[in-house]
């Protein structure tokens, strides 16, 4: 069993800047890419950004250039340094883990962190 488990949500008026943090614990495990998705009242989850075990990172287009995703292998830890905030970043942010647990694969999700910008 992999926990994951988010921090670093909270209440930032626009233009402020907020750092989520998620940790994946556990045993036998390793990790392919850590992701980062949010989802607003109403809408789908989609993905904000990832980062490979090998340090490739991708983002969407919406957050490109104000986001910061990076990871600490280490700690098995994933954090993302969300900067110049919009109200439209209002959301949900959900942590995903895929890898492995000995053969079998991972696909683990946090319980979400609420992030509220506003104007």
């Known amino acids: 069993q992999v926990q994951v488990v988010e921090s670093g949500g909270g209440l930032v008026e626009a233009g402020g800047s907020l750092r989520l943090s998620c940790a994946a614990s556990g045993r036998s495990f390793s990790i392919f890419v850590m992701s980062w998705y949010r989802q607003a009242p109403g809408k789908q989850r989609d993905l904000v950004a990832d980062?490979?075990?090998?340090?490739?990172?991708n983002y969407a287009d919406s957050v490109k250039g104000r986001f910061t995703i990076s990871r600490d292998t280490v700690k098995n830890t994933v954090y993302l340094q969300m900067n110049s905030l919009k109200p439209e970043d209002t959301a949900v942010y959900y942590c995903n883990v895929r890898g492995l647990v000995g053969i079998t694969p991972l696909d683990a999700w946090g319980q979400g962190a609420l992030v509220t910008v506003s104007s």
């Open positions: 980062i490979t075990s090998g340090g490739k990172t």
